[in-house]
């Protein structure tokens, strides 16, 4: 397949996801409607399997996932990267993926497959269903990719390059068994916004789902704020009510919130309680599930001259001045552009390097 012909199937992907119904009994892609059908099914039971991954969510993932496959973004991201039209080499990528979102390691399934490569995806225990299904659904569409993509759950092995997301813990796993092998390894990150306290009511429902989605299990859901001293909390607490309903029925976070909330009160910590989230004073990004931590600031600059320091550490910032500090929009952190690579580690840049596994 040329570039060309794959950025189509991938477009094409995104245009079903769009609008599925449409391509229900669509006579161009036979046996299409049979894998829509257990698309749907998966979308709408997978909290079965993990009960995180309820289909609101999934659905948002899904959102994510059409953004990136817009046309035109696509030909204007592979035009960045001359190689990929000229590659003639087709290497074996194993790629290990987190859980912790629906489908997050569709990007490196993406770029693997959009670089001529085949695909050897290990899915995590937690997150093993949506991504196959949506591959099948890719290969209803073109089905030369089919010798191209392999799940397997058996330890990776026959590989030239490997790719492996996973807990900071992880890493120690992946620097022994994957040594010889050219590598992107990453470990988490957390995602920060910073307030000037001028955000307007469209600004902060878009911060409450930065915040919110995925029960802010994601690297990109923002886990800390910075905020001007005398900061009033209550309107952007408003907004977060949004997502009450959401939150209270489901088990697993309300008791994860009710043990922060218990275990702050018997050690006298101070919190301020939202109702579905625990908003606490403290200097490190990374906070536990149900939390957000905030920090006070006098002097805006200090912060942004901090957070470079940092750079490696988070994976967005968030923030009112977008187009300065390496900031993004509010709203914006669940929906990445597909240049905004993980842990920033240009993954087409990798793929293209001509190194070869010892």
Request: aromatic share 12%; proline share 4%.
């Amino acid at each position: 397949m040329t570039l060309n012909e794959r950025i189509e199937a991938f477009s094409r992907l995104g245009n079903i996801l769009i609008d599925k119904d449409n391509y229900q009994n669509n006579n161009s892609f036979p046996h299409l409607s049979d894998v829509l059908k257990k698309w749907e099914n998966c979308i709408n039971n997978e909290y079965i399997y993990n009960s995180w991954f309820i289909p609101e969510f999934i659905q948002e993932a899904i959102k994510g996932i059409i953004f990136m496959l817009d046309k035109d973004k696509l030909q204007q991201w592979t035009a960045l990267y001359p190689d990929l039209k000229n590659k003639t080499t087709s290497n074996r990528i194993g790629v290990i993926m987190a859980g912790n979102i629906p489908m997050v390691g569709f990007h490196d399934f993406l770029c693997v497959l959009l670089a001529g490569d085949v695909f050897i995806g290990k899915l995590s225990s937690n997150d093993k269903h949506l991504l196959p299904l949506l591959a099948e659904i890719l290969c209803v569409i073109e089905p030369r990719f089919k010798k191209s993509i392999v799940f397997t759950e058996d330890k990776i092995q026959s590989i030239d390059k490997i790719i492996a997301t996973g807990s900071n813990n992880s890493m120690r796993y992946f620097d022994f068994y994957f040594s010889k092998y050219p590598s992107i390894l990453r470990s988490h990150c957390n995602s920060i916004a910073i307030l000037n306290g001028n955000e307007n009511e469209s600004d902060l429902q878009a911060l409450s789902n930065d915040i919110s989605l995925y029960f802010g299990l994601g690297c990109r859901s923002i886990s800390k704020l910075y905020v001007p001293h005398g900061y009033d909390f209550t309107p952007l607490f408003t907004h977060l009510n949004r997502f009450k309903p959401i939150f209270e029925m489901h088990n697993a976070y309300m008791n994860n919130l009710e043990y922060q909330k218990t275990v702050h009160l018997i050690n006298r910590i101070p919190f301020l309680d939202q109702g579905i989230w625990l908003f606490k004073e403290h200097t490190s990004p990374a906070s536990p599930i149900s939390i957000v931590h905030y920090e006070y600031y006098d002097k805006l600059h200090r912060i942004y001259e901090n957070l470079a320091a940092q750079s490696e550490e988070l994976q967005c910032k968030v923030c009112y001045t977008v187009k300065d500090n390496d900031c993004i929009g509010f709203g914006q952190a669940q929906y990445p552009d597909l240049w905004d690579y993980a842990n920033k580690k240009d993954t087409i840049a990798f793929l293209l390097e001509n190194k070869q596994s010892l």
